[in-house]
Antibody
Framework: EAQLLQSRAEVKKAGESLRIFCEAS????????ISWVRQMPGKGLEWMGSIFPGDSDTRYSPSFEGHVIISADKSVNTAYLQWSSLEPSDTAIYYCVRPSRPSLRVAFDVWGQGTVVTVSS | ETVMTQSPGTLSVSPGDTATLSCRAS??????LAWYQQKPGQAPRLLIYGASSRATGIPARFVGSGSETEFTLTITSLQSEDSAVYYC??????????FGQGTKLEIK
């Protein structure tokens, strides 16, 4: 069974750096685009960007490019989302997701449990 | 960027009734449209892909329809467990993938 296991909740202060992770199991990690999706408190879902672990090809939403970095290490089947300087507006739940097939234009059928990030000022 | 607009924002329906949720795309997304269900404290779950195909394990009560710019999720024989927020998402025009703002379904 394909699974995505995410890192635990984080509480940080504005200006601090952070890297959260998403560990994949039960499928060929290198062949699937892995995406990150943000959900701010009480709000909807926003796609942040995707990475293809096989060659680290990465695509970002214009809304997030330059503010976060998405990376992956295929040797440990893990994707990462990192910030160099957090802002209170980064407070949200972050989900990693996998599409149902190893392709780009495919719906997301596997979701991590989410990582809650809280940033205080 | 393709903007997805869902209506209504909130829908209150009685058990056993039928709920109809709408999703409109600002430009054609062919049939590359998915619906997700999110219950409080849980990650979203894929219900429908390809506008009308049910994901694994999804009951036949959940029916997706539409193409191009107009899509509908119909849920029949509503049960209390269907209370959730439902999101549509297009995956045709990317980057970025875009979601609707969600419809909150309440079971009276």
């Amino acid at each position: 069974e394909a699974q995505l296991l995410q890192s635990r909740a984080e509480v940080k202060k504005a200006g601090e750096s952070l890297r959260i992770f998403c560990e994949a199991s039960g499928f060929s990690f290198s062949t699937y685009w892995i995406s990150w999706v943000r959900q701010m408190p009480g709000k909807g879902l926003e796609w942040m960007g995707s990475i293809f672990p096989g060659d680290s090809d990465t695509r970002y939403s214009p809304s997030f490019e330059g503010h976060v970095i998405i990376s992956a290490d295929k040797s440990v089947n893990t994707a990462y989302l990192q910030w160099s300087s957090l802002e209170p507006s980064d407070t949200a739940i972050y989900y990693c997701v996998r599409p149902s097939r190893p392709s780009l234009r495919v719906a997301f059928d596997v979701w991590g449990q989410g990582t809650v990030v809280t940033v205080s000022s | 960027e393709t903007v997805m607009t869902q209506s209504p924002g909130t829908l209150s329906v009685s058990p056993g009734d039928t709920a109809t949720l709408s999703c409109r795309a600002s430009q054609s997304v062919r049939s590359l449209l998915a619906w997700y269900q999110q219950k409080p404290g849980q990650a979203p779950r894929l219900l429908i892909y390809g506008a009308s195909s049910r994901a694994t394990g999804i009951p036949a009560r959940f029916v997706g329809s539409g193409s191009e710019t107009e899509f509908t999720l119909t849920i029949t024989s509503l049960q209390s467990e269907d209370s959730a927020v439902y999101y549509c998402q297009q995956y045709y025009d990317w980057p970025p993938y875009t979601f609707g703002q969600g419809t909150k379904l309440e079971i009276k």
